[in-house]
């Protein structure tokens, strides 16, 4: 039997009369028995009630109450403004119950088995992956995500406050599927000067962000110390900024131009340490698309391939950088080279953390199909993943994953129809579940859209991404969803979802804020 978590709409007189009929928030006919044989309908002390002056327009109905009204009373319970998940505020006693086990049932019986594997711990292979993809049961497949995303985050929705800076749009490339890029004198084309990016990370800096995300297409005249005073003179001017910057197809490119480009992996890794000690503090996942030649060939030919970007992360987590790592999709590709995609990245960060393992005294399973690292099993706790800085450490690590739905409209590939919204749950879903040693899924909201993200959360996904503001690569693109959303939105999306929203910084610490002035708590990390 696989086990489900977290109860929903019950008190904390009602709760153990509940558990006691076996129902821990399913099934809607032991709801009904649970509600009826206990006092839940009682709402806690402190709950808005009505006023028994009040009057109503309609008779009040006798008896009990059906399902439908007992969950639209206890939605309705509760301001939403409050920073806490309705569910949580109105029935404390959910937060010590949260991994209590409730059975999941599958309408695919061939889900069972992955079920078990999940339950346990145990790491699932790619064949698990493709049944999870040719299942019909999608709401099965997103339900055992969410076993993970709870085992692992609870009932948190992670958020930061960030900038997006595209730096320039002019590429020595010509992706077919890219439409952000331009030639140096096509209409469109731009470039910043250090100056003007300056400026803008200051006043991203006095908004109250947190974090400068910086990317931009392969300038083929602009120098190697462009960036490193780039990153030099935001640190200067906007020191509580952190630099999340440069795809590694960037890194490659600036690898070429600072002439280390005959020093092969030595040479990247001087160059993520003349970035890291210019100002950079982390990359982004950009770039990766889908590691198979064939779909590379065919759609992103010219960019560097997957065996490339995963040095390039390699070498930025050898230097102390953390990471994201992102997968396109919906494009050339089939499912069965986004299975291998995940399971090359799950690889690199089984290598990764056995490496930082080895230097903190903690012994590692041999490689085997039942390894899992930072998932349901306990072999690493989040809490014990490596942090840049910590300890004297010097290792970096992939700290989340980010599935990326393809936009065809204006990419050269109008041809495609792209992927449907439930493909879109369902793949994030098998990345949760696939990725178990990478700690953090994201529904990118600016590409999926913020409804979308929401559903996301009950599919595996426990960070919404960010503020954003300006995003041209994605809306040039053919993205048809805002280019920047407001704390408020992401914190009313993760409560409407019945999530704790909770804001973070680009290293996962938790952030106090009061306006635009902002400080870490004290946590050393959320994991």
């Not at 990766?288 to 065919?298: G, N």
């Not at 070498?315 to 995609?341: D, F, I, K, Q, S």
Request: charged fraction near 25%; include cysteine; aromatic fraction near 6%.
């Amino acid at each position: 039997m696989v086990h489900d978590s977290v109860p929903r709409f019950l008190n904390d007189s009602s709760l153990p009369k509940a558990t006691a009929v076996g129902w821990m928030g399913r099934s809607p006919y032991l709801v009904k028995s649970a509600f009826r044989s206990t006092d839940c309908r009682t709402p806690p002390e402190g709950m808005n009630q009505r006023s028994p002056e009040r009057t109503h327009s309609r008779p009040m109905r006798s008896g009990n109450p059906t399902e439908s009204e007992m969950l639209r009373r206890a939605n309705r319970a509760g301001d939403l403004s409050d920073p806490l998940p309705i569910r949580l505020q109105c029935f404390p006693m959910i937060n010590d119950v949260a991994n209590t086990a409730a059975p999941i049932r599958f309408t695919d019986p061939s889900l069972e088995a992955i079920g078990e594997k999940v339950n346990e711990g145990r790491r699932l292979s790619l064949d698990d992956g493709a049944l999870l993809y040719e299942t019909p049961d999608v709401h099965g497949v997103c339900r055992l995500a969410d076993l993970v995303r709870r085992r692992m985050h609870g009932r948190i929705a992670y958020y930061n406050v960030n900038r997006h800076i595209n730096y320039s749009n002019i590429c020595a490339l010509s992706c077919s599927f890219c439409a952000f890029h331009r030639k140096k004198d096509q209409d469109g084309a731009y470039e910043m000067s250090v100056e003007q990016v300056t400026e803008e990370a200051i006043k991203a800096e006095e908004a109250g962000a947190t974090e400068l995300h910086i990317v931009g297409g392969l300038h083929p005249w602009l120098k190697f110390s462009y960036y490193t005073s780039m990153l030099s003179a935001i640190r200067e001017a906007a020191p509580t900024l952190h630099l999340k910057s440069f795809t590694a197809v960037e890194i490659v490119h600036l690898q070429r131009i600072s002439k280390r480009g005959k020093e092969g992996f030595e040479g990247m890794k001087a160059v993520l340490r003349d970035l890291r000690d210019a100002g950079l503090g982390s990359l982004p996942g950009g770039g990766a698309e889908v590691f198979d030649d064939r779909a590379h060939d065919t759609a992103f030919k010219g960019k560097i391939r997957g065996d490339q970007w995963l040095d390039v992360h390699r070498a930025a987590h050898e230097v102390g950088l953390n990471t994201n790592a992102t997968m396109l999709y919906g494009h050339v590709e089939g499912r069965p080279e986004r299975l291998v995609h995940m399971d090359l990245l799950r690889r690199q960060q089984d290598a990764t953390l056995r490496d930082w393992a080895s230097t903190q005294q903690i012994s590692t399973p041999g490689d085997a199909d039942h390894v899992t690292l930072t998932g349901p099993a306990e072999s690493y706790p989040n809490h014990r993943l490596p942090m840049p800085g910590q300890a004297g450490l010097e290792t970096g690590y992939f700290q989340t994953i980010i599935p990326l739905p393809f936009f065809p409209d204006g990419s050269g590939l109008e041809r495609l129809p792209g992927p449907s919204g439930l493909e879109n749950l369902r793949t994030l879903a098998i990345a949760r579940l696939m990725l178990d040693n990478v700690p953090h899924a994201k529904a990118f909201w600016i590409m999926q859209t913020l409804g979308m993200a929401e559903l996301m959360l009950d599919a595996g996904a426990n960070d919404l991404d960010g503020t954003v503001v300006w995003y041209d690569i994605t809306h040039l693109d053919g993205a048809s969803t805002h280019q920047e959303t407001t704390t408020t939105d992401l914190r009313r999306a993760a409560t409407e979802a019945g999530y704790e929203a909770v804001e973070r910084d680009t290293l996962y610490r938790r952030v106090n804020r009061e306006g635009s002035k902002w400080s870490l708590a004290p946590e050393v990390a959320i994991g």
